[in-house]
């Protein structure tokens, strides 16, 4: 049974069809909590978002609180929000933006206060045109309501923020090659060390790159208390999270539920949530987490929807996003098209990532087309193993950032638990499920 | 003589100003040129380039990283269809194929009328309206193809156009204000901030 007696932390306006308002957002509590910030020192609001113990929603989980205090000693210049959500299969960012922009902007402010920077800028994903025009208005009604610009709320505290829109690239959802794109340039990811834009991020200065869904927690984190926050959820998995499912289920959509007290069972066939497997089909395989992430087998869906209990099975939370596949899906099929996908968006610059997708994505084509040999299947592992060494968990890099690292997930998973559904393509000739 | 529009111009100038850094606004900007001609012309990158301190070069070399942008004439509707994993699931790949019989382009072309483009997209994050169609980049949620030749027809008929703006058009609501928080300012409430901090830290170590 799902657990769904926690409170709703970042979707509790979904119910309201005019969620995006300033009138809306006003009635239900809205920037009630940056006024209480504003009377807070700037480092005990920050105290306030480590005891909520808030792990980063972007994808690699790095606790808000500590990305924060990395720059404690030496002032931050900037405040960068991810809003570039690509990872295929995640649609949780896009909901916020266009269904509550003003508590993205509200948190937005509040993380401002907070590290003291001297300007915020909001990355959101160029397809996200409504997104855009929402969050543009919620800032525009911000600076009128006077919770933005000069002096906000008669405090001594001015901050400006500015939207600025993607065009397109998977790889700038990457916090250097976003960066890259907020100055102007090529998305491409920048060679680490240093390992964190907090020590030279946009412009070179010091800045804090934090997630829309990440932001979007603290209004309620001020209003509430961290402790609170913290309440929720078990272990380093705290509060609520939203989590985009997909794929072969009754109910797509975006849920948010409490962290670790619901497992991927709870949330793929609860009633409130997706409600079951599209004509009662069994489940094949689950890839949490976006397609960076290694599959599950239905053997772990009673796994707990959490960081650690999902890591330690080998696989990420990731982006919060999971994909059912059902006994109907071709494995090969969705293999190829993952892997298609990263040959896409490889931005190119090393040539594990560029020429290994693109010849991954070759030799996927040829097995689900009829053209695969059995010794494609040690090619493919061959080639992903040339990626991210040994594929292991959390892989090996041989390249400037995660992407290519990220494509031997699906290869090694489908193979390692599908073997047959691929051989019988090799014998078949072709896809058997056409 | 300039090629934008004064008003286009202007927006730029004023988008410009919004960073400390002119480069910064390539993007917005290369969208800005992209909504007066419905793709990037020479002369909107050369006017990009003058207005971000850059070359012609550098704008394409910027511009052609990013799937949005296009270098060549596109249709007034560009439709991009997701095959991506969520969408392939749910029959992309057979939407993209019938959506392309029904205008009468490949993937990647356009219509002979000249105002219909069709592109195979990634994932656009909308995976519970799959399988997941954008005209111009507005979620238009037609999920058969049944209800695209609806939808197709009343865009032909010009009846969608404050729905779907004509392609380059992305962002129809406007910055109400330049930015408002004098750098003077910040500059020195952040100094005035570091220093009361500096002290409490002070009087807690005694």
Not at chain 1, 249 to 276: A, C, Q, S, W
């Amino acid at each position: 049974m799902a657990t769904i007696d926690a409170p709703l932390i970042v979707s509790s306006r979904a119910e309201f069809a005019d969620s995006f308002t300033l009138a809306r957002y006003l009635e239900t509590g809205g920037y009630v909590a940056l006024r209480k910030a504003l009377t807070m020192f700037p480092e005990d609001v920050a105290a306030e978002v480590d005891k909520a113990s808030l792990l980063g929603r972007g994808g690699a989980g790095f606790p808000a609180g500590r990305k924060w205090s990395m720059l404690r000693k030496s002032p931050v210049s900037y405040l960068v929000v991810n809003g570039d959500e690509s990872e295929p299969a995640t649609f949780k960012d896009h909901f916020l933006v266009e269904r509550d922009p003003h508590q993205l902007v509200e948190g937005v402010i509040i993380a401002a206060y907070a590290l003291q920077v001297s300007q915020a800028f909001i990355y959101i994903r160029g397809e996200f045109a409504l997104g855009l025009e929402r969050v543009q208005q919620a800032l525009n009604d911000a600076y009128e309501t006077g919770a933005l610009g000069s002096k906000i709320f008669d405090s001594d505290f001015s901050i400006d923020i500015v939207v600025h829109p993607g065009a397109g690239a998977y790889i700038c959802g990457e916090e250097t090659a976003l960066i890259e794109g907020l100055e102007g340039k090529r998305g491409f990811p920048r060679i680490k060390p240093p390992f964190f834009p907090a020590v030279t991020g946009l412009y070179g200065e010091p800045t804090v790159v934090n997630n829309v869904e990440t932001m979007s927690n603290l209004p309620w984190i001020i209003n509430n208390g961290g402790a609170a926050f913290a309440a929720l959820g078990e272990g380093r998995s705290t509060g609520t999270r939203l989590f985009a499912l997909a794929g072969r289920v009754n109910r797509p959509g975006v849920y948010e539920v409490e962290m670790v007290k619901n497992t991927f069972r709870d949330l793929i066939y609860d009633p409130h949530f997706g409600g079951g497997v599209v004509d009662d089909k069994k489940i094949k395989a689950i890839i949490p987490g976006g397609v960076s992430a290694p599959w599950f087998g239905p053997e772990l869906l009673d796994l707990p929807l959490g960081q650690d209990e999902v890591g330690e099975k080998g696989s990420m939370l990731g982006s919060g996003s999971v994909v059912v596949l059902d006994e109907t899906t071709c494995v090969v099929r969705a293999t190829w098209r993952i892997t298609k996908f990263f040959s896409r968006e490889s931005c190119g610059q090393c040539t594990p990532c560029r020429e290994g997708s693109g010849w991954l994505e070759r030799v996927l084509y040829r097995l689900e087309h009829g053209g695969g040999r059995t010794e494609d299947l040690d090619l493919l592992l061959d080639l992903c193993d040339n990626i991210a060494p040994g594929l292991s968990w959390p892989p090996q890099q041989t390249t400037i950032c995660v992407l290519g690292s990220s494509i031997p997930s699906s290869i090694h998973s489908a193979i390692k638990m599908f073997r047959d559904d691929f051989l019988e393509h090799v014998n078949h000739g072709g896809c058997p499920y056409d | 003589m300039s090629h934008l529009r004064a008003d286009i111009r202007q927006r730029c100038v004023d988008l410009v100003a919004l960073y400390p850094q002119a480069r910064s606004a390539m993007l917005p900007l290369l969208h800005l040129a992209q909504e007066q001609d419905g793709y990037l012309s020479d002369e909107g990158i050369a006017e990009v380039a003058e207005l971000t301190n850059t070359t012609p070069a550098d704008v394409r070399g910027t511009a052609s990283f990013y799937e949005m942008f296009h270098l060549e004439p596109v249709g007034k509707y560009v439709v991009s269809i997701c095959t991506n994993i969520a969408c392939l699931l749910a029959g992309g790949e057979e939407m993209l194929e019938q959506v392309g019989a029904s205008l009468g382009c490949a993937v990647g072309g356009t219509s002979d009328d000249g105002l219909f483009t069709l592109e195979e997209a990634e994932c656009l994050a909308d995976c519970n309206f799959a399988p997941c169609v954008q005209v111009n980049h507005r979620y238009v949620r037609t999920t058969t193809i049944e209800s695209f030749d609806a939808l197709a027809i009343q865009l032909r008929k010009g009846q969608l156009d404050h729905d779907v703006p004509a392609h380059g058009t992305l962002v129809r609501v406007r910055r109400s204000v330049g930015l408002r928080a004098p750098r003077q300012e910040v500059v020195e409430q952040r100094a005035l901030a570091r220093a009361a901090r500096a002290a409490r830290a002070a009087k807690e170590e005694k």
